[in-house]
C-alpha cells in the first residue's frame, strides 16, 4: 500500500496517525465474509430521499418541484 501526501508538511505523528486508521479500515473490510452487506453511508441511502415529501399533483406542482418554469 502507497500512500502519498499531496498538499502540507504532516510530522511523522500525524502520518502514523493517518497510516493507523488505513490499516484498521482494510483490516475491518478483509474480516468480514464474503457477501455481506456493507453499512451504507448516509449520502447513497436511499431512505435519505423517501424521508422528504413529493410535490402532490395539481396545477401548482410543477413551481413547487425545484425545477425552472
Known amino acids: 500500500m502507497t500512500i502519498k501526501v499531496l498538499r502540507g508538511n504532516p ?21 468480514a465474509p464474503p457477501g455481506a ?10 431512505s435519505r430521499i ?5 410535490p402532490r399533483p395539481g396545477p401548482t406542482s410543477w413551481a413547487r418541484s425545484g425545477w425552472p418554469g
Open 11 to 31: 510530522t511523522p505523528e500525524e502520518l502514523a496517525a493517518a497510516l493507523a486508521v488505513v490499516r484498521a479500515r482494510a483490516a475491518a473490510a478483509a474480516a
Open 50 to 54: 423517501a424521508a422528504h415529501r413529493l
Open 37 to 46: 452487506d456493507r453499512p451504507r453511508d448516509a449520502w447513497s441511502d436511499p
